[in-house]
C-alpha cells in the first residue's frame, strides 16, 4: 500500500520518514517549484523561511524538553540541525542552506521514499497533510470542505539578514546573554536612552505595507511585527527583544539601556538575523530606521523583513484526538497547519502522524504521550482549547499537568520556580520514558 504525505516541509519529512522506516511505501507531494509560494526560495525539501532558529537545547527550557523527547522517539531532522549547527548560545541555530540539503538528501534517497512535484487538491487516504501555513488554496479549501470546519488565517512576519562586511563592528560587541553557549554567539548593538527613544520614536510612525485583508486578521501573538510591538507603549521592546539585562557592555562594564542582537545565520558568519525584527515596514522604511541601529548605518540588507499570509486549521473543532479526520482514521494532519507554531513542534507533529498512521495500517491504536509531557501537552491543547478562541501555541510548561499539591508546596513559591520547573522537567521525562516502554 502506498501512503501519501502531502508537503515537504520539516513535518511532511519528519512523517515520511517515520512511514518509510516502518516498512510503509512513501510517495511526498510536494507542489513546489511547479506551484511557488510567497515565502520558498528553493525547490528542496525542508527549507527554512522564517528564523534559522530551533530555540533553545537547554532542559530547563521548554523548546529544550520537547526536543529531548523528539530524540527518543527518533526524529530525523533534529541530527541534522546538529550537523548544520551555527553557533547561537543555548539556541539550536542551523545553516539554512546545509540543513535543507543534508535533508533532502536524505529523504529523497530512501528506498522507500518517492518525491513527485505538483499540487495536490484532494485529501489523500491513507496520508498525512503537513502542508504548513502556506497551504495552496485549492487544498485549503477541500480541507475545509471536508472537515466541516473553519480554517483560521494570520500573518506571519520575517526578521531582515543583513551582511557581515557592511557592518560597524566597532559598535557592537559579541556576547551571549548570561554567557550561555561560548559566550559571545551574537553580536549586539547597545543603545543609549536617547537612541532608543528616537529608534522607537521613528518606527512607530513609519510606513508599512498595508492592505484590507491584513486588517482584518489577528497576529500571533508569540510572532508580532516589532513596529506592533513599540505601538503597545514605549518600554515593549525594553522588556521583549530589546532586553539589555544579562549583556554588560564590555567598553562601559554595564547594562546598556537597550540592545539589539544579530544572531548568526551562516557557518561562516557572513550574514546576521536581527533578532525578533520581524516586520511588516516598507524596504525603503526598514533601511531607514533600522539603519538608526548602532552599527548598522550602512548595513547591506541580504533579506528584508517581510509578511505572507499563514493558515492553519481550528483543530478543536475539527480534527480527531491525534489529529486525524474525525471521518477517517487514516487521514492525519500535521505541523503548522494544525496550530502548532515553531520548528520544533511543527516536526514534532510530523514524527507522531507518520508513527501514528504506521500503527493504523498495522492494525494498532494511536500512541498519543501522557499530558505530563512536552509533546503530550501540545496535543492535548490542540484536542480541548476552545474552539471559539483557538489560536497557534508553541511549547511552554502551561501545557503540562500542574503538580500534585504536595509537590507544589514542597517547591512552590516566587523564589522556588527553578525549583518546581526542574520538578515538571523530571516528571515529564520520567512519564515519557514509561509511556514508551509501555508501547
Excluded at 512536552?374 to 492535548?380: E, I, K, N, T
Aim: net charge neutral; charged share 25%.
Amino acid at each position: 500500500m502506498i501512503v501519501t504525505v502531502v508537503g515537504g516541509g520539516l513535518a511532511g519529512c519528519e512523517a515520511a520518514w517515520a512511514l518509510a522506516e516502518r516498512g510503509a511505501s512513501v510517495v511526498i507531494r510536494e507542489m513546489r517549484p511547479l506551484v511557488p509560494t510567497a515565502a520558498h526560495h528553493s525547490d528542496r525539501l525542508a527549507e527554512l523561511v522564517c528564523s534559522n532558529s530551533f530555540k533553545s537545547t537547554e532542559l530547563s527550557n521548554a523548546h529544550g524538553l520537547l526536543k529531548a523527547e523528539l530524540m527518543q522517539l527518533g526524529s530525523l531532522l533534529l541530527p541534522i540541525a546538529e550537523q548544520a549547527r551555527v553557533p547561537a548560545g543555548a539556541a539550536l541555530a542551523v545553516d539554512r542552506e546545509v540543513f535543507s540539503s543534508l535533508v533532502h538528501e536524505r529523504v529523497a534517497s530512501h528506498p522507500r521514499i518517492t518525491v513527485e512535484r505538483g499540487e495536490v487538491t484532494e485529501l489523500p487516504s491513507p496520508g498525512v497533510i503537513a502542508t504548513g501555513p502556506l497551504t495552496s488554496d485549492a487544498l485549503a479549501a477541500s480541507i475545509t470542505r471536508r472537515l466541516g470546519g473553519t480554517a483560521l488565517a494570520f500573518y506571519d512576519a520575517i526578521a531582515p539578514i543583513v551582511s557581515s562586511e557592511s557592518l560597524d563592528h566597532e559598535r557592537l560587541y559579541a556576547m551571549s546573554r548570561y554567557g550561555k553557549g561560548d559566550g559571545d554567539d551574537y553580536l549586539n548593538a547597545p543603545m543609549t536612552r536617547e537612541e532608543y527613544e528616537a529608534f522607537i520614536a521613528a518606527l512607530t510612525l513609519a510606513d508599512q505595507f498595508t492592505a484590507h485583508e491584513f486588517d482584518q486578521v489577528p497576529y500571533f501573538e508569540g510572532c508580532l511585527p516589532v513596529e506592533e510591538m513599540a505601538r503597545r507603549g514605549p518600554e515593549t521592546l525594553r522588556f521583549g527583544p530589546m532586553k539589555p539585562v544579562g549583556l554588560p557592555d564590555p567598553r562601559t562594564g554595564r547594562d546598556p539601556y537597550a540592545v539589539v542582537q544579530l544572531r548568526r545565520e551562516d557557518r561562516s558568519a557572513q550574514m546576521w538575523n536581527l533578532v525578533g525584527f520581524q516586520t511588516r515596514l516598507r524596504i525603503p522604511e526598514q533601511k531607514r530606521v533600522f539603519g538608526m541601529i548602532p552599527g548598522l548605518g550602512n548595513a547591506e540588507f541580504l533579506r528584508f523583513g517581510s509578511i505572507h499570509r499563514n493558515a492553519y486549521l481550528n483543530s478543536p473543532a475539527s480534527l480527531g484526538p491525534a489529529l486525524t479526520a474525525r471521518d477517517d482514521e487514516r487521514l492525519f494532519f500535521a505541523g503548522q497547519l494544525t496550530g502548532v507554531e515553531g520548528y520544533t513542534e511543527s516536526l514534532g507533529t510530523g514524527l507522531l502522524a507518520g508513527i501514528n498512521l504506521a500503527r493504523r495500517l498495522e492494525g494498532k491504536p494511536v500512541w498519543v504521550p501522557p499530558s505530563t509531557t512536552m509533546l503530550g501537552g501540545l496535543y492535548r491543547y490542540l484536542r480541548e482549547a476552545d474552539p471559539k478562541h483557538f489560536q497557534p501555541m508553541n511549547a511552554n510548561y502551561g501545557l503540562l499537568d500542574p503538580l500534585d499539591e504536595s509537590v507544589a508546596r514542597r517547591v512552590g513559591g516566587r523564589s522556588r520556580k527553578d525549583a518546581k520547573k526542574e520538578a515538571l522537567v523530571a516528571r515529564a521525562r520520567k512519564d515519557f520514558d514509561a509511556w514508551l516502554q509501555a508501547q
